[in-house]
């Protein structure tokens, strides 16, 4: 049996039982250390996933990498969904019409996802392998994580950051939704700031991709600034991508990707996931739209202000020693410095 690149310690019980996690939940460390340079110590790196994710994480690793792909990595809920649709469209010369026909999770795979739920009949791994080239894949994966060849073969990535209260609040309303969560707020928010849902902990996973943003072959930008000038992260992300854009396709795309629009548009709101979890599990989930709420500073008020007084503390102390602070990642922008 070939060695796995990566080994597990189980997390303690109590915390799986307050996540609703049926089944284990583990710490997952390298093996040996990574093909790139990640922030602290390679060993002491881990990364929170169910254990259903174990029997994926090996194929990913040694997933074949094409260098003209496109990756979009991204903490969950983050506009990960947003930025798929984007960057497939520039991609694909503004092909509105198959945009608006084709389920943007066959267009543009979430790797791991058979990891998220076991036996769909649709492997995303093998639809990705098997996607014709330019591809636009979507992981939620720590770098370390990712096939190892993205770093030597070096196709182009983006990263999408968000403030990790807004994401956290729309994580919580997504693991009520999508994962059954009848737990509370207050339990949900401790379990994210404390590392313990599937892919943090949240501020390690943004660092290393902060750190290699001046690298050619990364965009790393924010929801915050899709919000307050999406013609301008269009352009950004075209420029990036080489591709070449009319302000007429810019003012397309900016409608196409408008809130109202993503949200009244079936293709770009998982109704395949979801159909998936529900025939896994065999249990029906409450009224969830994953185009949800759309705006920056949703914790404002659906936060208490003491949770709100924990994820600042939280943030300072890991952010201290790089000297960097909380805005710096939402205002970066790898054309336009401010
Ligand atoms: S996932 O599950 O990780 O792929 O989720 P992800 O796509 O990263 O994030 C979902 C959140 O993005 C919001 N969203 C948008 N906001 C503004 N405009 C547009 N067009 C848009 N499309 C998706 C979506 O509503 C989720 O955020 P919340 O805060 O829950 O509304």
Request: overall charge negative; aromatic content about 14%; proline content about 5%.
């Amino acid at each position: 049996m070939p060695q796995s690149s990566f080994f597990a310690k189980s997390v303690p019980f109590d915390q799986i039982d307050k996540l609703a996690i049926t089944g284990g939940y583990s710490s997952i460390y390298a093996a040996q250390q990574p093909n790139l340079t990640v922030v602290g110590n390679w060993e002491q790196r881990f990364c929170r996933l169910a254990d259903t994710f174990q029997p994926v994480l090996d194929r990913v690793y040694n997933f074949e990498v094409r260098e003209d792909d496109v990756w979009i990595v991204t903490l969950p809920k983050c506009g990960t969904t947003w930025m798929q649709e984007l960057a497939w469209l520039l991609i694909n010369d503004c092909d509105f019409k198959t945009a608006k026909e084709v389920d943007l999770t066959l267009r543009s795979p979430f790797l791991e996802f058979n990891g998220v739920v076991q036996n769909v009949p649709h492997d995303t791994i093998e639809a990705a392998d098997a996607l014709s080239s330019p591809r636009l894949i979507k992981s939620h994966l720590p770098a370390w994580l990712l096939p190892h060849q993205i770093w030597s073969k070096k196709p182009k990535i983006i990263y999408v950051y968000r403030n990790p209260k807004d994401a956290a609040i729309s994580y919580f309303h997504h693991w009520r939704g999508m994962v059954g969560y009848q737990g509370t707020k207050a339990d949900f928010m401790h379990s994210f700031i404390d590392g313990y849902v599937n892919f943090t902990p949240c501020w390690p996973h943004i660092l290393d991709f902060w750190q290699l943003r001046h690298e050619a072959h990364v965009f790393f930008t924010s929801y915050e600034q899709m919000k307050e000038n999406l013609g301008e992260v269009i352009t950004e992300v075209a420029r990036f991508l080489k591709r070449n854009i009319s302000p007429r396709q810019v003012q397309h795309l900016t409608e196409h990707l408008s809130f109202e629009s993503m949200r009244d548009n079936p293709a770009c709101n998982h109704v395949k996931e979801f159909e998936s979890m529900k025939a896994a599990t065999g249990r029906e989930v409450e009224e969830f739209r994953f185009v949800r709420r759309g705006v920056v500073g949703s914790h404002k008020d659906e936060l208490t202000a003491d949770l709100i007084g924990e994820f600042d503390l939280w943030s300072d102390v890991n952010l201290r020693d790089y000297k960097l602070h909380i805005d710096d990642f939402a205002n970066y922008s790898k054309y336009n410095s401010k």
